[in-house]
Protein backbone atom coordinates (compact mmCIF):
# COMPACT_ATOMS: atom_id res chain seq x y z
CA UNK A 1 0.00 0.00 0.00
CA UNK A 2 1.70 3.16 -1.10
CA UNK A 3 1.73 6.49 0.62
CA UNK A 4 -1.24 8.49 -1.79
CA UNK A 5 -3.58 4.98 -0.68
CA UNK A 6 -2.89 5.64 2.65
CA UNK A 7 -3.66 9.39 2.55
CA UNK A 8 -6.96 8.84 0.59
CA UNK A 9 -8.31 5.99 3.51
CA UNK A 10 -7.08 8.35 6.02
CA UNK A 11 -9.00 11.70 4.12
CA UNK A 12 -12.05 9.11 3.69
CA UNK A 13 -11.83 7.89 7.42
CA UNK A 14 -12.68 11.46 8.35
CA UNK A 15 -15.71 11.64 5.59
CA UNK A 16 -17.30 8.67 6.82
CA UNK A 17 -16.90 10.26 10.72
CA UNK A 18 -18.34 12.92 10.13
CA UNK A 19 -21.71 10.97 8.20
CA UNK A 20 -21.23 8.23 10.73
CA UNK A 21 -21.13 10.43 13.88
CA UNK A 22 -24.56 12.96 12.41
CA UNK A 23 -24.41 16.64 11.51
CA UNK A 24 -26.67 19.02 12.78
CA UNK A 25 -28.28 22.10 10.24
CA UNK A 26 -27.52 25.69 10.99
CA UNK A 27 -29.42 28.18 9.38
CA UNK A 28 -30.46 25.29 6.73
CA UNK A 29 -27.60 24.86 4.92
CA UNK A 30 -24.74 25.34 7.22
CA UNK A 31 -23.19 21.97 8.48
CA UNK A 32 -20.65 21.38 11.42
CA UNK A 33 -19.36 18.01 11.46
CA UNK A 34 -18.28 16.25 14.85
CA UNK A 35 -14.97 16.99 16.29
CA UNK A 36 -12.23 14.57 15.78
CA UNK A 37 -9.16 14.03 17.82
CA UNK A 38 -5.63 14.66 15.95
CA UNK A 39 -2.93 11.76 16.62
CA UNK A 40 0.79 12.72 15.46
CA UNK A 41 3.62 10.37 14.76
CA UNK A 42 6.33 11.94 16.41
CA UNK A 43 10.09 11.25 17.60
CA UNK A 44 12.90 9.78 15.40
CA UNK A 45 11.33 10.71 12.15
CA UNK A 46 12.19 12.69 9.08
CA UNK A 47 8.75 14.14 9.60
CA UNK A 48 6.18 14.95 11.91
CA UNK A 49 2.81 13.66 10.64
CA UNK A 50 -0.70 15.07 12.27
CA UNK A 51 -3.90 12.69 11.04
CA UNK A 52 -5.67 16.08 11.00
CA UNK A 53 -3.08 17.61 8.49
CA UNK A 54 -4.92 14.74 5.81
CA UNK A 55 -8.48 15.22 4.73
CA UNK A 56 -9.94 13.87 1.14
CA UNK A 57 -12.01 15.88 -0.85
CA UNK A 58 -14.27 13.11 -1.77
CA UNK A 59 -17.58 12.68 -1.20
CA UNK A 60 -18.62 9.38 -1.73
CA UNK A 61 -16.61 6.73 -0.48
CA UNK A 62 -18.06 6.43 2.90
CA UNK A 63 -17.28 2.56 3.13
CA UNK A 64 -13.45 3.08 3.88
CA UNK A 65 -14.72 4.27 7.34
CA UNK A 66 -14.72 1.51 8.56
CA UNK A 67 -11.37 0.23 7.16
CA UNK A 68 -8.30 -0.16 9.68
CA UNK A 69 -4.78 1.66 8.68
CA UNK A 70 -1.95 -0.70 9.08
CA UNK A 71 0.50 1.23 11.87
CA UNK A 72 3.66 0.22 9.65
CA UNK A 73 1.99 2.14 6.87
CA UNK A 74 1.63 5.19 9.47
CA UNK A 75 5.02 4.66 10.75
CA UNK A 76 6.90 4.87 7.16
CA UNK A 77 5.10 7.47 5.90
CA UNK A 78 6.64 9.92 8.80
CA UNK A 79 10.26 8.10 7.69
CA UNK A 80 12.02 6.41 10.29
CA UNK A 81 15.45 7.90 10.31
CA UNK A 82 16.90 4.56 11.60
CA UNK A 83 15.75 0.90 10.62
CA UNK A 84 16.15 -0.34 13.76
CA UNK A 85 13.12 0.83 15.94
CA UNK A 86 10.55 0.64 19.00
CA UNK A 87 7.33 2.13 18.56
CA UNK A 88 5.21 3.47 21.53
CA UNK A 89 1.67 3.90 21.26
CA UNK A 90 0.39 6.29 23.63
CA UNK A 91 -3.14 7.32 24.81
CA UNK A 92 -4.60 10.50 25.94
CA UNK A 93 -4.62 8.71 29.65
CA UNK A 94 -0.97 8.53 29.44
CA UNK A 95 -1.06 4.84 29.21
CA UNK A 96 1.60 3.47 26.24
CA UNK A 97 2.21 0.15 24.96
CA UNK A 98 6.07 -0.59 23.61
CA UNK A 99 5.79 -2.60 20.57
CA UNK A 100 8.80 -3.79 18.14
CA UNK A 101 9.37 -2.05 14.53
CA UNK A 102 9.48 -4.97 13.34
CA UNK A 103 7.03 -6.99 15.09
CA UNK A 104 3.98 -4.15 13.79
CA UNK A 105 2.55 -6.74 10.73
CA UNK A 106 -0.34 -7.37 12.83
CA UNK A 107 -1.05 -4.04 13.74
CA UNK A 108 -3.65 -1.15 12.71
CA UNK A 109 -4.75 1.91 13.87
CA UNK A 110 -8.96 2.38 13.67
CA UNK A 111 -11.10 5.38 15.02
CA UNK A 112 -14.65 4.63 16.95
CA UNK A 113 -16.79 6.84 18.69
CA UNK A 114 -16.36 5.27 21.76
CA UNK A 115 -12.08 4.89 22.03
CA UNK A 116 -10.70 7.24 19.30
CA UNK A 117 -8.34 6.38 17.79
CA UNK A 118 -7.16 2.91 19.01
CA UNK A 119 -5.03 -0.25 18.18
CA UNK A 120 -5.87 -3.59 16.85
CA UNK A 121 -3.61 -6.36 17.36
CA UNK A 122 -4.20 -10.08 16.12
CA UNK A 123 -0.91 -11.11 17.51
CA UNK A 124 0.35 -9.00 20.27
CA UNK A 125 -1.05 -9.61 24.19
CA UNK A 126 -4.62 -7.81 24.81
CA UNK A 127 -2.68 -5.07 26.67
CA UNK A 128 -1.04 -3.84 22.94
CA UNK A 129 -4.68 -1.98 22.13
CA UNK A 130 -4.25 1.40 23.67
CA UNK A 131 -7.56 3.79 23.48
CA UNK A 132 -7.77 7.17 22.42
CA UNK A 133 -3.86 7.44 21.03
CA UNK A 134 -2.70 10.98 20.52
CA UNK A 135 1.03 10.01 19.84
CA UNK A 136 2.94 7.26 17.95
CA UNK A 137 6.35 7.70 18.81
CA UNK A 138 9.04 6.15 17.23
CA UNK A 139 11.96 5.15 19.16
CA UNK A 140 15.79 4.55 17.65
CA UNK A 141 17.34 1.38 19.35
CA UNK A 142 20.47 2.39 17.14
CA UNK A 143 23.47 3.96 19.52
CA UNK A 144 24.05 6.77 16.90
CA UNK A 145 26.06 10.11 17.13
CA UNK A 146 24.58 11.15 13.94
CA UNK A 147 20.97 12.39 14.98
CA UNK A 148 19.26 13.44 17.73
CA UNK A 149 20.85 15.38 21.09
CA UNK A 150 24.57 14.93 22.00
CA UNK A 151 26.45 15.80 25.51
CA UNK A 152 30.21 15.88 24.51
CA UNK A 153 32.92 17.21 26.13
CA UNK A 154 36.46 18.59 23.90
CA UNK A 155 38.09 15.06 24.35
CA UNK A 156 35.35 12.51 24.47
CA UNK A 157 31.73 12.02 22.94
CA UNK A 158 29.84 11.48 26.44
CA UNK A 159 26.14 10.64 25.97
CA UNK A 160 23.80 10.80 22.83
CA UNK A 161 19.79 11.10 22.84
CA UNK A 162 17.50 10.68 20.38
CA UNK A 163 13.40 12.40 20.68
CA UNK A 164 12.09 8.87 20.44
CA UNK A 165 14.81 8.35 23.72
CA UNK A 166 13.75 11.28 25.19
CA UNK A 167 10.19 10.13 25.80
CA UNK A 168 11.18 7.65 27.83
CA UNK A 169 13.26 9.35 30.09
CA UNK A 170 12.10 10.47 33.76
CA UNK A 171 10.73 13.63 33.30
CA UNK A 172 9.20 16.39 35.15
CA UNK A 173 5.58 17.80 34.73
CA UNK A 174 6.29 21.93 34.59
CA UNK A 175 3.48 24.15 34.77
CA UNK A 176 4.79 26.33 31.99
CA UNK A 177 3.34 30.00 31.72
CA UNK A 178 1.89 30.87 28.42
CA UNK A 179 0.18 33.77 29.28
CA UNK A 180 -2.13 35.98 31.21
CA UNK A 181 -4.75 38.54 30.44
CA UNK A 182 -7.14 40.67 32.56
CA UNK A 183 -10.34 42.24 32.40
CA UNK A 184 -12.58 45.01 34.47
CA UNK A 185 -16.27 44.27 34.22
CA UNK A 186 -18.54 45.92 36.95
CA UNK A 187 -15.87 47.39 39.37
CA UNK A 188 -13.71 44.51 39.44
CA UNK A 189 -10.69 43.00 38.26
CA UNK A 190 -10.64 39.54 36.45
CA UNK A 191 -7.46 38.42 35.98
CA UNK A 192 -5.89 35.13 33.77
CA UNK A 193 -3.48 32.88 33.85
CA UNK A 194 -2.56 30.31 31.02
CA UNK A 195 -0.59 27.76 31.80
CA UNK A 196 0.51 24.44 29.63
CA UNK A 197 2.25 21.42 31.29
CA UNK A 198 5.52 20.52 29.86
CA UNK A 199 7.48 17.79 30.39
CA UNK A 200 10.97 18.81 30.54
CA UNK A 201 14.53 17.13 31.68
CA UNK A 202 16.35 18.69 33.60
CA UNK A 203 20.20 19.64 32.53
CA UNK A 204 21.55 18.88 35.13
CA UNK A 205 20.13 15.55 34.90
CA UNK A 206 21.97 14.78 31.77
CA UNK A 207 25.28 16.78 32.44
CA UNK A 208 25.83 16.70 36.44
CA UNK A 209 25.12 19.11 39.57
CA UNK A 210 28.95 19.95 38.43
CA UNK A 211 29.15 21.22 35.35
CA UNK A 212 28.16 24.75 34.66
CA UNK A 213 29.03 26.56 32.08
CA UNK A 214 28.21 24.45 28.78
CA UNK A 215 27.89 25.51 25.44
CA UNK A 216 24.73 24.81 23.25
CA UNK A 217 24.47 25.08 19.68
CA UNK A 218 21.20 24.47 17.65
CA UNK A 219 20.42 23.74 14.12
CA UNK A 220 20.02 26.78 13.25
CA UNK A 221 23.01 28.14 14.36
CA UNK A 222 22.69 29.32 17.43
CA UNK A 223 25.85 29.00 19.77
CA UNK A 224 25.06 29.91 23.52
CA UNK A 225 26.84 29.39 26.68
CA UNK A 226 24.23 28.36 29.43
CA UNK A 227 24.17 27.32 32.97
CA UNK A 228 22.89 24.44 33.93
CA UNK A 229 19.47 25.76 35.20
CA UNK A 230 17.68 24.73 32.08
CA UNK A 231 15.71 21.92 30.91
CA UNK A 232 15.12 20.10 27.71
CA UNK A 233 11.60 19.37 26.13
CA UNK A 234 10.62 17.34 23.11
CA UNK A 235 8.62 18.74 20.41
CA UNK A 236 7.54 16.53 17.68
CA UNK A 237 11.12 15.19 16.38
CA UNK A 238 13.26 17.48 17.86
CA UNK A 239 14.76 18.53 21.68
CA UNK A 240 14.58 22.68 22.44
CA UNK A 241 15.95 24.00 25.13
CA UNK A 242 13.73 26.10 27.66
CA UNK A 243 14.35 28.28 30.90
CA UNK A 244 10.71 28.37 32.25
CA UNK A 245 11.08 31.39 34.59
CA UNK A 246 12.78 33.35 31.86
CA UNK A 247 10.58 32.17 29.27
CA UNK A 248 13.87 31.22 27.26
CA UNK A 249 13.57 28.60 24.52
CA UNK A 250 15.73 27.63 22.00
CA UNK A 251 14.58 25.28 19.15
CA UNK A 252 15.88 22.17 17.72
CA UNK A 253 19.55 22.05 19.98
CA UNK A 254 21.93 19.72 18.27
CA UNK A 255 23.94 19.30 21.34
CA UNK A 256 25.64 19.94 24.84
CA UNK A 257 29.26 20.34 25.27
CA UNK A 258 30.55 20.77 28.99
CA UNK A 259 34.17 22.12 29.81
CA UNK A 260 34.33 24.12 26.79
CA UNK A 261 37.07 25.81 25.85
CA UNK A 262 37.06 29.53 26.32
CA UNK A 263 38.26 30.24 23.02
CA UNK A 264 36.56 29.78 19.89
CA UNK A 265 37.28 29.86 15.92
CA UNK A 266 35.63 33.27 16.08
CA UNK A 267 38.89 34.63 18.25
CA UNK A 268 40.60 34.36 13.75
CA UNK A 269 38.36 37.61 13.59
CA UNK A 270 39.07 39.84 16.84
CA UNK A 271 42.60 39.15 17.03
CA UNK A 272 43.72 39.77 13.59
CA UNK A 273 41.80 42.85 14.08
CA UNK A 274 43.19 43.96 17.14
CA UNK A 275 46.70 43.69 15.12
CA UNK A 276 46.04 44.91 12.54
CA UNK A 277 44.29 48.11 14.00
CA UNK A 278 47.97 48.10 16.17
CA UNK A 279 49.82 47.90 13.06
CA UNK A 280 50.66 44.37 12.86
CA UNK A 281 50.17 42.56 9.85
CA UNK A 282 48.38 39.11 9.55
CA UNK A 283 48.65 36.29 8.10
CA UNK A 284 45.93 33.61 8.76
CA UNK A 285 46.34 30.00 7.23
CA UNK A 286 43.57 28.58 7.58
CA UNK A 287 43.95 24.13 7.56
CA UNK A 288 40.44 23.30 6.23
CA UNK A 289 39.25 19.82 8.46
CA UNK A 290 42.31 19.80 11.14
CA UNK A 291 40.86 18.65 13.85
CA UNK A 292 42.55 19.00 17.48
CA UNK A 293 42.87 15.01 17.83
CA UNK A 294 44.81 14.82 13.92
CA UNK A 295 46.77 17.61 16.02
CA UNK A 296 48.03 15.30 19.23
CA UNK A 297 48.23 12.29 16.97
CA UNK A 298 50.21 13.89 14.52
CA UNK A 299 52.58 14.80 17.12
CA UNK A 300 52.99 11.46 18.73
CA UNK A 301 53.82 10.03 14.97
CA UNK A 302 56.39 13.20 14.43
CA UNK A 303 54.19 14.02 11.24
CA UNK A 304 54.38 17.65 12.00
CA UNK A 305 58.03 18.95 12.93
CA UNK A 306 57.08 22.93 12.32
CA UNK A 307 54.51 22.49 14.26
CA UNK A 308 55.72 20.43 16.80
CA UNK A 309 58.20 23.53 17.70
CA UNK A 310 55.95 25.67 18.49
CA UNK A 311 53.47 26.38 21.73
CA UNK A 312 50.84 24.24 22.29
CA UNK A 313 47.90 25.23 20.45
CA UNK A 314 44.39 26.44 22.22
CA UNK A 315 41.52 24.49 21.67
CA UNK A 316 39.53 26.36 20.00
CA UNK A 317 35.44 25.26 19.32
CA UNK A 318 33.92 25.48 15.92
CA UNK A 319 29.96 25.91 15.33
CA UNK A 320 27.33 24.29 14.15
CA UNK A 321 27.00 23.15 11.52
CA UNK A 322 31.09 22.12 11.65
CA UNK A 323 31.09 22.47 7.39
CA UNK A 324 33.39 24.89 5.74
CA UNK A 325 30.96 27.90 4.80
CA UNK A 326 29.70 27.80 8.38
CA UNK A 327 33.32 27.50 10.03
CA UNK A 328 34.80 29.76 7.67
CA UNK A 329 31.99 32.63 7.98
CA UNK A 330 32.57 32.51 11.70
CA UNK A 331 36.00 32.81 11.55
CA UNK A 332 35.73 36.41 9.44
CA UNK A 333 33.42 37.16 11.02
CA UNK A 334 33.61 36.57 14.74
CA UNK A 335 29.89 35.72 14.79
CA UNK A 336 28.09 31.98 14.97
CA UNK A 337 26.12 31.49 12.00
CA UNK A 338 22.68 32.43 13.37
CA UNK A 339 24.24 35.92 13.14
CA UNK A 340 26.55 35.88 10.34
CA UNK A 341 23.56 34.46 7.96
CA UNK A 342 25.78 31.37 6.89
CA UNK A 343 24.61 27.92 8.41
CA UNK A 344 26.05 24.91 5.69
CA UNK A 345 27.62 24.51 2.42
CA UNK A 346 24.04 26.11 0.56
CA UNK A 347 24.89 29.46 1.74
CA UNK A 348 27.50 31.73 0.51
CA UNK A 349 26.23 35.51 1.74
CA UNK A 350 27.77 37.23 4.87
CA UNK A 351 24.68 39.07 7.03
CA UNK A 352 27.85 40.57 8.66
CA UNK A 353 31.17 42.63 8.16
CA UNK A 354 33.97 40.20 7.77
CA UNK A 355 37.76 41.25 8.36
CA UNK A 356 38.49 41.87 4.68
CA UNK A 357 35.56 44.70 4.73
CA UNK A 358 36.86 45.85 8.18
CA UNK A 359 40.58 46.27 6.93
CA UNK A 360 39.54 47.41 3.49
CA UNK A 361 37.30 50.66 5.85
CA UNK A 362 40.88 51.17 7.46
CA UNK A 363 42.68 51.37 3.88
CA UNK A 364 44.56 48.81 4.29
CA UNK A 365 45.08 45.62 1.51
CA UNK A 366 44.05 42.30 2.56
CA UNK A 367 44.27 39.07 0.23
CA UNK A 368 42.36 35.79 -0.14
CA UNK A 369 44.22 33.24 -1.44
CA UNK A 370 41.86 30.14 -1.91
CA UNK A 371 41.23 26.91 -4.14
CA UNK A 372 39.74 26.78 -7.55
CA UNK A 373 35.98 27.66 -6.31
CA UNK A 374 34.67 30.97 -4.29
CA UNK A 375 33.45 29.46 -1.26
CA UNK A 376 31.79 32.70 0.32
CA UNK A 377 30.97 36.27 -0.98
CA UNK A 378 33.24 38.64 0.71
CA UNK A 379 34.13 41.96 0.36
CA UNK A 380 37.31 41.40 -1.56
CA UNK A 381 37.78 38.54 -5.07
CA UNK A 382 39.67 35.12 -3.95
CA UNK A 383 42.53 34.61 -5.77
CA UNK A 384 41.78 31.14 -7.19
CA UNK A 385 44.46 28.33 -8.07
CA UNK A 386 43.48 24.86 -9.87
CA UNK A 387 46.01 21.98 -10.04
CA UNK A 388 48.12 23.29 -12.87
CA UNK A 389 50.28 20.07 -12.40
CA UNK A 390 47.72 17.52 -12.14
CA UNK A 391 49.06 16.06 -9.32
CA UNK A 392 45.77 15.55 -7.46
CA UNK A 393 45.90 18.31 -5.01
CA UNK A 394 45.70 22.73 -5.37
CA UNK A 395 47.60 23.33 -2.54
CA UNK A 396 51.16 23.11 -3.90
CA UNK A 397 49.44 25.94 -6.51
CA UNK A 398 47.95 27.43 -2.99
CA UNK A 399 51.19 27.66 -1.47
CA UNK A 400 53.04 29.02 -4.17
CA UNK A 401 50.44 31.49 -4.71
CA UNK A 402 50.79 32.78 -1.14
CA UNK A 403 54.30 33.44 -1.54
CA UNK A 404 53.98 35.02 -4.40
CA UNK A 405 51.25 37.73 -2.64
CA UNK A 406 53.57 38.19 0.75
CA UNK A 407 56.23 39.87 -1.89
CA UNK A 408 53.21 42.32 -2.18
CA UNK A 409 53.00 43.36 1.40
CA UNK A 410 49.66 42.71 2.01
CA UNK A 411 48.41 43.81 5.80
CA UNK A 412 46.20 40.80 6.03
CA UNK A 413 46.57 37.56 3.72
CA UNK A 414 44.19 34.40 4.29
CA UNK A 415 45.65 31.45 2.86
CA UNK A 416 43.13 28.04 2.49
CA UNK A 417 44.45 24.78 2.47
CA UNK A 418 42.08 21.92 1.47
CA UNK A 419 44.09 18.77 0.90
CA UNK A 420 43.81 17.83 4.81
CA UNK A 421 39.89 17.74 4.25
CA UNK A 422 40.11 15.95 1.05
CA UNK A 423 42.14 12.96 2.25
CA UNK A 424 40.56 13.02 5.84
CA UNK A 425 37.21 12.22 3.43
CA UNK A 426 38.88 9.59 1.58
CA UNK A 427 40.83 7.94 3.42
CA UNK A 428 39.89 8.31 7.34
CA UNK A 429 40.92 11.66 9.74
CA UNK A 430 43.67 9.41 11.44
CA UNK A 431 44.88 7.33 8.16
CA UNK A 432 48.46 7.31 6.54
CA UNK A 433 47.90 9.08 3.44
CA UNK A 434 46.37 12.14 5.44
CA UNK A 435 49.08 11.88 8.00
CA UNK A 436 51.53 12.28 5.04
CA UNK A 437 49.15 15.05 3.82
CA UNK A 438 49.65 17.03 6.79
CA UNK A 439 52.75 16.47 6.65
CA UNK A 440 53.26 18.20 3.72
CA UNK A 441 51.13 21.25 4.81
CA UNK A 442 53.19 21.39 7.57
CA UNK A 443 56.41 21.83 5.64
CA UNK A 444 54.22 24.38 3.37
CA UNK A 445 53.22 26.15 6.69
CA UNK A 446 57.11 26.74 7.79
CA UNK A 447 58.16 27.96 4.71
CA UNK A 448 55.11 30.80 4.36
CA UNK A 449 55.77 31.62 8.44
CA UNK A 450 59.27 32.01 7.46
CA UNK A 451 58.53 34.44 5.07
CA UNK A 452 55.54 36.81 6.75
CA UNK A 453 56.79 39.31 9.11
CA UNK A 454 54.18 40.04 11.75
CA UNK A 455 51.48 37.76 13.50
CA UNK A 456 50.27 34.12 11.98
CA UNK A 457 47.23 32.72 13.36
CA UNK A 458 47.12 29.02 12.34
CA UNK A 459 43.44 27.34 12.53
CA UNK A 460 40.77 25.31 11.32
CA UNK A 461 36.91 25.74 10.10
CA UNK A 462 36.02 22.24 11.76
CA UNK A 463 37.70 18.49 12.07
CA UNK A 464 36.64 15.47 10.97
CA UNK A 465 35.62 11.85 12.33
CA UNK A 466 36.33 8.09 10.76
CA UNK A 467 33.51 6.87 9.26
CA UNK A 468 32.99 2.92 7.84
CA UNK A 469 34.29 4.49 4.36
CA UNK A 470 36.86 7.16 5.04
CA UNK A 471 35.93 10.27 7.38
CA UNK A 472 32.92 12.93 7.60
CA UNK A 473 32.25 15.89 9.79
CA UNK A 474 29.41 18.08 10.28
CA UNK A 475 28.20 16.56 13.06
CA UNK A 476 27.89 17.56 16.58
CA UNK A 477 30.76 15.41 17.91
CA UNK A 478 34.36 16.45 19.46
CA UNK A 479 36.36 14.98 16.29
CA UNK A 480 34.21 17.95 14.44
CA UNK A 481 34.31 20.77 16.58
CA UNK A 482 37.30 21.00 18.73
CA UNK A 483 40.09 22.71 16.62
CA UNK A 484 43.81 23.68 17.29
CA UNK A 485 44.22 27.35 17.65
CA UNK A 486 48.00 28.63 17.82
CA UNK A 487 49.54 32.46 17.55
CA UNK A 488 52.68 33.16 16.70
CA UNK A 489 55.20 35.54 15.00
CA UNK A 490 56.36 35.42 11.77
CA UNK A 491 60.14 34.89 11.03
CA UNK A 492 61.00 36.99 8.03
Given at each position: M?K?II????G?A ?14 A ?9 D???IG??N ?5 N ?6 S??N???E???P ?6 MA??V??EY????V???G??AQLK???LD?C??K?S?D??W ?15 IKE???V ?11 I?N ?6 N???G ?7 T ?7 K??K ?13 Q?K???I?D??GED ?5 M?G???A?E??S ?7 M ?6 V??N ?5 QG ?5 MD????S?M?T ?8 EN??D?M?V????F ?10 KN?I????T?D???M ?11 G???MIT?K??H?N ?12 ES??GA????G?KA????G ?18 KNG????E??N???EEIK?D????L????SIDD ?9 K ?5 INT ?5 NKL ?21 G?E????RY ?5 P?F ?6
Open positions: NKLLIILFLGIGIFVGRITIDSKEVSAYIPMKIDVEVIGINFKSNEDEKYFKAILIELVEEPVEDVLLGEDLFGENDSIFQNGESITENHPINSRIKRIVVSRENTWDYGLNISRENVLITPQFYLKETLYPYLDGSSKAGGKDYDVRLYKKLLSKVTKKNLLMENGYILNEGYLELGNKINYVPDRIQIIKGIMMPPDINYYDALHYIDDVIFLDGAYRQYAYAISYPFLELKPKATSVYKPVTNAFAAGPPIGVYDRSYKDLKTIFVKNMKVLVEDIKILNTEIEPILNIDKNTRDDIFSALKPNLIVHFHMGHEHGDLAETMETIDGYVAASWKGKIIITADHGMHKTSDGHGMFEDLIVYVLEGGA
